[in-house]
């Protein structure tokens, strides 16, 4: 064989071994175990604490029963109570723990209702600058049953 293909030959294995060793160390033990991925996630995700107790809980033992009908007739339906009033699990597994105050910023309204050219026209949309005179949304919009139903 020529020199030069020797040493070609040679730097070609070092790769290939120095490859599989790094491989061999950085690769998770459960790598492959389903599939193209590490066989613990699964576990793990599995582990994760239940933190969302969706809309209808609210409505369940009679606790926000009322509040929970008009919301369900309402614009609103299609945003979850949780969406507003952040994740309410422990809420209601306990009533004594008390869920965050939902966010009432003009700027969380506005991640859906500021006015921007990718938004389907028909969405209702504002203009944040001249609509509602800086003052709170829920200052005159009820956010659980949000006006022109
Ligand atoms: C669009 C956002 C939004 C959604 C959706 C929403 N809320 Fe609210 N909620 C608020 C805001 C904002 C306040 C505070 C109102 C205020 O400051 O006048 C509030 C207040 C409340 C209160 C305390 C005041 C009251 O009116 O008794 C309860 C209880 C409540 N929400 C429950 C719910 C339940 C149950 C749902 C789902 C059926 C829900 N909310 C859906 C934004 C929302
Ligand atoms: C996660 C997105 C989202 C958030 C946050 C949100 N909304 Fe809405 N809003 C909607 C959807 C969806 C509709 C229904 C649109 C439809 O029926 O075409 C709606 C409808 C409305 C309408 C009715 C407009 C009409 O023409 O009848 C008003 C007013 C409104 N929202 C105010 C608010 C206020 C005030 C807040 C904050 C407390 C808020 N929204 C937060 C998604 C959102
Ligand atoms: C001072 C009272 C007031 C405040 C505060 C206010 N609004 Fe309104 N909103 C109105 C009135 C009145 C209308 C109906 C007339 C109009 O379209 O301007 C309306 C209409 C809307 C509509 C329907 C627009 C459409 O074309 O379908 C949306 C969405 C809306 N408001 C969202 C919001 C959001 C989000 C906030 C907070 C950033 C807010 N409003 C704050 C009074 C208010």
Wanted: net charge neutral; aromatic share 10%.
């Amino acid at each position: 064989m020529q020199p030069h293909l020797k040493k070609a030959f040679t730097l070609l294995a070092i790769i290939i071994i120095a490859f599989i060793f790094v491989r061999s160390i950085a690769v998770p033990d459960s790598f492959g175990e389903y599939g193209w991925y590490r066989g613990d996630s699964v576990n793990e995700l599995r582990n994760q604490p239940v933190e969302h107790a969706g809309s209808q809980a609210c409505s369940d033992v009679d606790c926000h029963k009322t509040l929970y009908s008009i919301w369900s007739e309402s614009r609103h339906k299609t945003v979850n109570c949780e969406t507003c009033h952040g994740p309410a699990e422990k809420h209601v597994s306990n009533v004594r723990i008390m869920p965050e105050p939902a966010n009432d910023s003009r700027d969380f309204c506005g991640l859906c209702h500021y006015k921007r050219v990718a938004r389907p026209g028909e969405f209702p949309q504002i203009d944040p600058v001249t609509h509602g005179e800086n003052l709170r949304c829920a200052y005159c919009h009820n956010p659980h049953k949000p006006w022109f139903v």
